[in-house]
């Protein structure tokens, strides 16, 4: 496949970029410090650019199979300050692949994102609201965004990140009623999202993903 990998220069997207190498696909990373990715493979290709810039994601989706969208919550303080990074890339990529015919795109919130809100426990509900509350009430009206976009989407919703290694042994819980708080590594998110686009499964599904 051609998978396009948005936020490709670290965290999840790193990994994706690194897992879909290894699958044999070909893999264009766009990311502001794409070019400093330190791989060198003729199938990857580093496209260093502002990911809300419509020439920047025309480039990025052209002759696409999939587009995974990785933007990843800052590790600092900066987590605390208003974002609208998250829904701006999302509007700007949207029309973007509906130009190109590009349908499949995955991508990654979190979980307490959207309705698995409820299924988090009241500590939980006030910890993901004093910390990480702006970020999140932007990645929902990312999800809404993505949701009305006519795409072929899937939204993993992985619990508290890790970077332990790939395990490739997760649950995957689609339903509702199963969903729960949990911990999941940053290299099996990877794992899932690459699969995902390999398998065409779960589509239009928000799967929340914990070890």
Do not use: C
């Not at 015919?101 to 009241?122: I, N, P, Q, Y």
């Not at 997760?170 to 899932?192: C, E, K, P, T």
């Amino acid at each position: 496949m051609k998978i396009t990998v948005i936020g490709a220069s670290r965290g999840i997207g790193r990994k994706v970029v690194d897992y879909a190498l290894e699958r044999g696909h070909e893999v264009r990373a766009v990311a502001r410090s794409a070019d400093k990715i330190e791989i060198d493979s003729d199938r990857l290709e580093k496209l260093a650019g502002d990911a809300t810039e419509p020439e920047v994601l025309a480039q990025a989706v052209a002759g696409a199979d999939a587009v995974v969208l990785t933007l990843g919550v800052p590790r600092d303080l900066r987590v605390l300050r208003p974002t609208t990074l998250f829904s701006s890339v999302t509007q700007a990529l949207i029309p973007a692949m509906q130009d190109a015919g590009v349908k499949r795109l995955l991508t990654v919130t979190g979980f307490g994102a959207g309705d698995s809100f409820e299924k988090l426990s009241l500590p939980e509900k006030f910890t993901m609201k004093a910390i990480l509350g702006r970020a999140y009430a932007d990645k929902n009206v990312q999800e809404e965004l993505i949701r009305n976009s006519g795409l072929d989407w899937t939204i993993a919703r992985p619990g508290i990140l890790t970077d332990t290694g790939m395990t490739g042994k997760y649950n995957v819980l689609v339903d509702r009623d199963s969903w729960r708080q949990g911990i999941m590594s940053r290299s099996d998110v990877a794992h899932f999202l690459v699969h995902a686009a390999e398998d065409g499964s779960h589509i239009r599904e928000t799967p929340a993903l914990q070890k």
